[in-house]
């Protein structure tokens, strides 16, 4: 939507003007300041983004623009938001009275929020929550607000809007959940969206699509959207201006290609530098490390050289699954018998290599967590082999089990749910050494825990504190840490990067490449990120509904991607320039259940080898419809 | 649906047998009937053997169960022993009396704590709050007997305004009613508070102001309904310990209900009357219990589905 904006919408002035806003919580003579003294405009029709991390105050700032803080304890300290409504002239919100100001929410100014899961109400329908506000503002009556209910979710393109309209939203799926969102917060035909973080939270086929009926809504209904998200990628596509935030103040504002092309504060240009963007391996067959920009105490610090990680021996894999499949049961009748089954993972084969990275990507139901666990023996598998350095899983004894179990590690993706708060990270870490009966001695424990918080960069003095003294980036740190103690040769990195910051990400992937080359560690890397993928990964297997449908070096799979799912996958990915020109094709459709019922097994894919190493699984119809 | 019911009928027919067998046995164990029915003090051993001949006692305790549980199917619980009258009647008699002061009690109850438990949510850490914490933690201290007294001697002996026992008239209600209703509506309001936090930190309701809808159509509509389960569940397990209670608070205000009933049963060894009562007590537990599983899936779609 960047330069078709009309711009006779413009000649009013702006649509929202944020002036010297100020947000802070708690009470007491130093409260938070969660926003400080933050300015900027919102044109009619136009897209603002509103880009920074966690904890830079974005979110807040979006709450405090309707006054939505109120509710969460926080209080607008200063400064205005003038607003210009449809049917008279600006007015301050920070002073408008409470009836006021629900004649605004939801009638001119609307918002979305992040998790679809949560934001409907699981105990009203759809069409009931949808038609809330309509007769809320526009005075319709039930019949009429169904109606136009009806019409909202077609718009959202939702299939079956009638019998949708009847359903509560746990019958949905995120996507479509999403949708409904968007038709709910377009009801009334709002003047101005705020989008905060709406498509985090899906898988990246999923975003496309939301993204793309944001963006035509938008440009029909001539809604002004504020977009707020920590994706670069994401505001490439998106935004006509870029506002930047950091601490809780803005730091830069500029139109879009301006930000990306030319950035100007220090910690823009860090942010900047930190995002993994699709694309900037091409032609090298190798990952590689590059520096991170950080920022250290308010100035800007590289950290890290350029290094290709030339780490993998192809002589003997470590790591051989054959025919790997696990199945859970769902849904049983009356009397017991199983009607449905999760089939998670379905005959996947693999090896993995010293020092080598394999990284599984797929999106939500395609089976990649499932076969990481199933290594780690945390699920039992249905069928298929494992070999362990040659050994077969199967052959072994419950105590051989146990010893493999300090040979294969596991990282998981949330660093704050994953380390026990009771105990200091030193004890965490020295579990496993005292779990495997490693090192005996108090005094040799000690020291190697303190060895390892030093390698992945942190002080030996760290051992006695607490999992809630540490940020997000160093909590994963520790389980990096805790995940080497027992020195395996192999460690599976389930989404380990995902939740974090791109700044921490960066410096995480950084971490987890140099650890590889100092110990020739082999990695699993599960992620549903591409970019981050392209970096860190040799080779890459794309799973879909539990089956791999490409496998090959990571070259190979990025540069020629032979699966109309591979394909699918990378050209969804929103990436990080806005210059690049957006995709022509269209992503269609939810992704399908693995859930299927007794006795309708899947088709395996029959596999055939484009290049060397390469293997790609021949088409069935059915799949290239749904795909 | 009715597979659910079915199910949970199969269920109560187990747990009354349960309870029944295990109230009859233990009832057995407390001595004999014959000697309180005899009374005075020349009785010789040929008169107990009289009495118990003509209660059926002589029988094993197995054949006289199931003599019990073969009037059970036709809905005969027997004689008492005292009297003669028939336990059908005299629990016809009582069972309206309790179920009155119990569901009165219960919606006084639902009726304080849903408004006060929003209430002090909405106004987390603020001074009503605090109060209403306050207030409640002393109503859960109070014992239910020294509260009935307590108010006993103040309305009724002190002002005068209410009389101490029985049940005549509307106004007997009141103190029986209140001295239950207040120690369920000391945990009702935390448990409404409580729940009504959890539910107001949830994304939906953020959603729903977004909307511009009023404070009371999001607590009442959006929140209050995704509040209620936690209360709903309480509700039916109260219930039960409401049978347990009103025994007391019957027997303090000389209620004529089955409280009343069973207590004067135990005290006079009155076997059918007291496995009579127990039965048709059972019976409601469950049949509250059913209707709390119903409940659960008109409040909640999720639950409805499974």
């Known amino acids: ?203 990246v086929t999923i ?76 032609g090298q067959p190798l990952p590689k490390r590059t520096p991170v920009m950080i920022m250290d105490g308010g100035v800007p610090k590289q950290t890290g050289a350029t290094h290709v990680q030339d780490t993998a021996d192809y002589t003997k894999p470590i790591l051989q699954v054959e025919k790997l499949t696990t199945r859970f049961d769902v849904g049983k009748t009356f ?46 598998p249905t069928g298929g082999t494992v070999r362990f350095d040659g050994r077969d899983m199967n052959a072994m004894s419950p105590s051989e089990r146990r010893g493999l179990r300090q040979q294969i590690q596991y990282i998981f993706q949330d660093p704050f749910a994953s380390l026990d708060p009771r105990h200091t990270v030193g004890f965490s870490i020295a579990e496993p050494i005292v779990v495997h009966g490693l090192l005996k001695d108090r005094k040799a424990i000690d020291r190697r825990v303190h060895e390892l918080l030093e390698q992945v960069g942190l002080q030996p003095q760290h051992a006695k504190r607490y999992p809630h003294e540490f940020s997000g980036g160093q909590r994963q740190r520790i389980c990096i840490a805790r995940a080497l103690a027992s020195d395996p040769k192999l460690v599976i990195a389930d989404e380990s990067v995902s939740a974090l910051d791109v700044s921490i990400q960066a410096q995480i992937v950084n971490l987890l490449m140099e650890l590889q080359e100092r ?88 596999m055939r080898e484009v290049g060397p190493g390469h293997w790609v699984a021949v088409e069935a119809d059915q799949l290239r419809g749904a795909a | 649906m009715a597979g659910f019911i079915f199910k949970r009928l199969l269920q109560a027919i187990f747990v009354i047998l349960a309870v029944t067998l295990i109230v009859s046995f233990a009832i057995r164990l407390s001595g004999d009937p014959a000697v309180m029915l005899a009374g005075g003090s020349n009785i010789t051993e040929k008169d107990l053997q009289n009495i118990r001949q003509a209660l059926g006692l002589e029988r094993p305790f197995i054949v006289q169960y199931l003599t019990f549980l073969k009037g059970l199917l036709v809905g005969d619980f027997g004689r008492s022993f005292m009297g003669g009258t028939s336990v059908s009647l005299l629990i016809s008699k009582a069972l309206p009396a309790t179920l ?114 009023r404070d009371r159509v999001v607590l009442y509509k959006h929140a209050l309904r995704n509040s209620a389960i936690p209360l709903v569940t309480y509700i039916g397990l109260q219930f039960g310990g409401l049978v347990g209670g009103i025994v007391i608070v019957e027997r303090v205000f000389n209620w004529p209900g089955m409280g009343t009933l069973a207590f004067d049963a135990i005290s006079g060894r009155d076997y059918p009357v007291l496995q009579g009562t127990i039965t048709v007590l059972a019976l409601f537990i469950v049949l509250i219990n059913l209707m709390v599983d119903i409940a659960y899936g008109l409040i909640d779609p999720r639950i409805r589905t499974e």
Not at chain 1, 5 to 31: C, H, K, W
Not at chain 1, 255 to 266: D, G, K, L, M, N
Not at chain 1, 338 to 366: K, Q, Y
């Open chain 1, 335 to 380: 009397f017991g018998r199983v009607t449905h089954r999760v089939h998670a993972v379905e005959e996947v084969s693999f090896d993995i290599f010293p020092g080598e990275t394999l990284a599984l990507v797929g999106e939500s139901g395609s089976g990649k967590s499932t076969i990481g666990r199933t290594l780690q023996q945390l699920v039992e």
């Open chain 1, 1 to 203: 939507m960047s330069d078709n904006s009309p711009s006779s919408q413009r000649q009013d002035g702006p649509l929202l003007s944020v002036r010297s806003l100020s947000v802070e919580f708690g009470a007491g003579p130093t409260p938070f300041q969660a926003v400080k003294n933050v300015s900027f405009d919102v044109q009619p029709g136009r897209t603002l983004a509103i880009v920074g991390e966690s904890g830079s105050g974005k979110s807040v700032t979006s709450l405090a623009i309707m006054r939505l803080t109120d509710y969460t304890g926080g209080r607008i300290s200063s400064g205005e938001v003038l607003f210009r409504p449809s049917d008279g002239p600006a007015l301050d919100l920070v002073g408008a009275s409470d009836a006021r100001l629900r004649e605004i929410r939801g009638n001119e100014i609307a918002m979305i929020f992040q998790e679809p899961m949560t934001s409907l109400n699981p105990v009203f329908t759809i069409g009931n929550q949808i038609g809330e506000a309509l007769t809320l503002h526009e005075g319709l009556n039930v019949r009429d607000a169904r109606l136009r209910a009806k019409e909202l979710l077609q718009k959202v393109r939702l299939p079956d809007a009638d019998t949708l309209l009847d359903r509560y939203p746990h019958q949905l799926s995120g996507g479509m959940r999403q949708r409904v969102m968007i038709a709910m917060a377009l009801a009334c035909g709002p003047k101005l969206l705020i989008a905060d973080e709406p498509t985090t939270a899906l898988d």
């Open chain 1, 519 to 606: 110990r020739r560690l082999s990695y699993l890397f599960i992620t549903h990120d591409m970019a981050v993928v392209e970096k860190i990964s040799h080779r890459v297997a794309v799973l879909y509904l539990g089956q791999i449908v490409e496998i090959g070096t990571r070259q190979a799979v990025f540069e020629n991607p032979q699966h109309s799912y591979t394909r699918k996958l990378l050209s969804a990915v929103p990436i990080a320039d806005p210059e690049r020109e957006r995709a022509k094709t269209r992503i269609e459709g939810e992704i399908p259940s693995p859930v299927r019922p007794v006795g309708q097994e899947p088709a395996i894919h029959r």
């Open chain 1, 207 to 282: 975003q496309a699509q939301i993204l793309n009926i944001i963006r035509d809504l938008q440009a029909e209904m001539g809604t002004a959207v504020i977009f707020i998200t920590h994706d670069m990628g994401v505001v490439a596509e998106m935004a006509d201006d870029v506002v930047v935030m950091w601490k809780g103040e803005k730091v830069e504002q500029a139109p879009v290609r301006e930000i990306f092309a030319s950035p100007q504060h220090p910690y823009t240009k860090a942010l900047l530098s930190a995002v993994p963007r699709l694309g900037s391996l091409t």
């Open chain 2, 100 to 213: 009155l002061l119990a569901f009165t009690s219960l919606l006084i109850s639902i009726l304080l704590s849903v408004p006060l438990g929003v209430y002090a949510a909405v106004n987390r850490g603020r001074w009503p709050d605090q109060l209403i914490r306050i207030v409640s933690l002393v109503g859960l201290s109070f014992p239910n007997f020294w509260l009935a007294i307590m108010m006993v001697l103040f309305f009724s002996i002190t002002l005068g305004l209410l009389p101490p026992s029985g049940m005549e008239g509307p106004e007997s209600f009141i103190m029986p009613a209140l001295t239950m209703a207040i120690i369920l509506t000391a945990t009702n309001v935390r448990l409404v508070r409580t729940s009504m936090l959890e539910t107001l930190s949830q994304q939906y309701i953020m959603v729903a102001r977004s909307k511009g809808l």
